[in-house]
């Protein structure tokens, strides 16, 4: 479409887009003008070459300057590794990750002393987006408890702990505390009462 400016400051002058025509056949194009990230299937069909992806669109042009026919290829890039997604770095261990290529998988553990399931990631098949994480099965890791269980704490019947007779405090369990992982699980909280001197 095309318009002429409301306002005019200069001579006039034609705002628009020019339409793109297409032809209906062009020639076998010469390899070297072909694109790396393209190839020709032994079906006749062009698409993303290795280590490329998209969604390719391959369509008959002609060269501006010469008006002459050629084939014009556009939406393959690049194929990215995913990025590593936002996780408890003291809980889940995401080492086999690193770089996962597009359409890749990967094993997810959880980091010692935690505790769970084996779970995987997946970076999507043709992938081109460098910020792509790591998509992820849900993946639980929890703090085991203590062994042996340290003096002054014991466990309540629904699981939790509390101080023993004789100690005083809240008893808590910790596999990491203040940014800083644990190498093993703790019990902290409990102190021992003393009887006061006379």
Known sequence: TWQCPEQLSKPPEFIGQYPRCLREN???PDPKQVPRSFQKAQDGTWGCAPDYAGNPVV???HDLSTCAPRLEFA????AR???????NPC???LSDCWYLPSGGTCEVRCFPPYIGNVTSGVCPENNTDPTQAVLLAETTCECPDP???PIGYQRRADGSWECADGYLGTAEKLCRAHGT???KPMLKGCHELVPCEA
Do not use: R, Y
């Open 147 to 149: 062994d042996p269980v």
């Open 91 to 93: 809980e889940v261990d």
């Open 75 to 78: 939406g393959c890039e690049v």
């Open 181 to 183: 992982c644990f190498s």
């Open 26 to 28: 062009c020639p076998e």
């Open 81 to 87: 590794p995913c990025a590593l997604p936002e996780v």
């Open 59 to 61: 369509q008959c042009g």
